[in-house]
Structure formats: C-alpha cells, structure tokens
C-alpha cells in the first residue's frame, strides 16, 4: 500500500473511538446476530491484537445466549 495508511485507516477525529469505523457502527458487534468485528475498531491499528481481545471478549459475553438461541 505505497503512500497508504500505515495504522489501517486514518486516524483523524472522524475515526476515533465511537466513530471507528463509521458512525452509528462501531464497536465490536454488527447488525448481523453473532457475526462480530474484531478489525478496523478502537483502539484501532496502533495497538495490535487490542482489537481482537475486545471483540472475543464481547463474544464471550455473549455465547450463553447465542447457545441457547441456536438449541
């Protein structure tokens, strides 16, 4: 990616925090039931692997109930 981002996306202040990737879609879950991001979301591409620890972790969370939805 000659001349690209290095950090997987701009960081500027539209894409920060609550705002990463796009408003109204950050964080680790999607619109879509048990299908969670673990890339492109805070902290973003300057802390590796941060990303996917947060999103595992809302999976876990959530895996009691995605269980017992799928029996």
Do not use: C
């Amino acid at each position: 990616m000659p001349g690209g981002p290095t950090l997987h996306g701009e960081m500027t202040l539209d894409q920060l925090f609550f705002l990463r990737p796009a408003p109204g879609v950050a964080g680790y879950r999607t619109p879509i039931r048990g299908l969670d991001r673990g890339g492109s979301t805070h902290p973003g591409g300057a802390v590796p692997a941060v990303p996917g620890h947060n999103a595992a972790r809302e999976i876990l969370r959530d895996w009691p109930r995605l269980r017992r939805e799928a029996a």
